[in-house]
């Protein structure tokens, strides 16, 4: 039934997924730049975006989860 990650998740889970590894870049950028220039700001600036990627992570954890189980309970009725 699930035989590959990717190709068995839904949309809403692709773009959660997409969403929270671009935050978590230009977050990873900013605050990298920042810190070796010696801006704080920029610095600063970043950290926004790393926080609401992880959380944008987590949620993607939590709609992933939610579709597996719907799968699984739907192949489940399936076979009774």
Partial sequence: MLNEFWESSGLAY???VFSAMGLLAVGLIMTIIGANVGNSGLMWAGMPFLGLGALLHVIGIGVRGREVRRRLR???AKKS
């Fill in 74 to 76: 739907a192949t489940q």
């Fill in 14 to 16: 692709r773009v959660i």
